[in-house]
Every structure is written in structure tokens, then in C-alpha cells.
């Protein structure tokens, strides 16, 4: 049995998995919202759990929020939020991106902006930039698997194929 990977199959699969990752980085970047579609919420943070790529905290004035890691990668928003329990803060969230988790009831929405003392701790511009990075990860691998996709989808249509006797038909096992 031929193996489909370096076959027809594998040329299409390569093409259609490129063009899915480009799909993926025009889809994260028109979810991501824009600082008219922000709300804020503003309190001291009652409770707030840590993982491994996200914040989860509930404020006082009960808005549960979780604060993914991939937006603040100096670590300063997660820092002003663990302080938090001592002064107040505003967060900027937005509604339409929720998630919901094992350890605490109710729906998380994400927050984006976290601001102390009425300054942001880091803008929604270096935010973005953040997440672009990231995304950026997913147009270059598309980029690159739909040029691999082409190259082998040519190559294939392409290239010469083994002669066989009486005009393309298998020859017979039988002889004649």
C-alpha cells in the first residue's frame, strides 16, 4: 500500500491545511474587539485563581473575568490584579467572549485592560500586539503548508508518468 502522505491525498491535505491556518489567523483577528466594544468593571478582587495560561478573578462588584496570559506577557496586568485585594481596579472586558471553567461557577468573560489608579497598566494597542504575535504564529505555518500544498499538487500533475504497455492498461500476469 502506498503511503497517502507522500501521495495526491498528502499534496491536497498540505493545501487545505495551509489555506484552514490562513482562514484561523483572519477569524482571531477579527474576534479580536476594539476599545468601543470594551465595558469596564471596577472593584477589588474577591477571588482569583491562577493556571497555567490564564487569571481567573471575580471583583466586587461580582463580574467574574479571566485575563489570559498571551495578552500580558510581561506579567504586569497579572501582578496589579494579585495586589488588587488591597485598592481597586478597572478592567476592561468583553461580554461576547466568555468561557467557562471546572473549579468556579458561572460564565468568565475576558478581560483585555486592567488600569489602577485610572492608568492602564499596559494599552490595548500593546495588548493587540500581544495576540497578533501570537497569531502571526498560525499565518506563517499556513503560509508555509499551502506553498508545500502547491509545490507537491504541481509536482503531481506534473510530473511524468511510468509507461505501461498497451496504452496505459497494467500488463497482464497471464502471458500470451
Known amino acids: 500500500m502506498k503511503d497517502w502522505f507522500a501521495g495526491e491525498r498528502g499534496a491536497y491535505f498540505f493545501l487545505l491545511l495551509g489555506i484552514g491556518l490562513i482562514a484561523l489567523f483572519g477569524v482571531l483577528e477579527f474576534r479580536f474587539p476594539t476599545a468601543a466594544q470594551l465595558e469596564t468593571a471596577r472593584g ?10 490564564a487569571m481567573y478573578f471575580i471583583l466586587s462588584d461580582k463580574q467574574q473575568l479571566v485575563l489570559y496570559t498571551k495578552g500580558d506577557r510581561d506579567g504586569r496586568q497579572r501582578q496589579s490584579l494579585r495586589d488588587a485585594e488591597l485598592y481597586p481596579v478597572n478592567v476592561q472586558f468583553y461580554r461576547q467572549q466568555k468561557a467557562g471553567i471546572s473549579f468556579a461557577p458561572g460564565e468568565f468573560y475576558t478581560a483585555y485592560v486592567v488600569a489602577v489608579g485610572g492608568k492602564e497598566v499596559v494599552s490595548l494597542d500593546q495588548v493587540r500586539s500581544a495576540y497578533r504575535r501570537d ?42
Open 44 to 53: 477589588r478582587v474577591l477571588w482569583q485563581q491562577e493556571t497555567r495560561g
Open 135 to 176: 497569531n502571526l504564529t498560525a499565518l506563517v505555518l499556513g503560509i508555509f503548508a499551502t506553498l508545500a500544498g502547491v509545490w507537491r499538487v504541481r509536482m503531481l500533475k506534473f510530473s511524468p508518468r511510468p509507461r505501461r504497455a498497451g496504452g496505459g492498461r497494467p500488463a497482464s500476469r497471464r502471458s500470451r
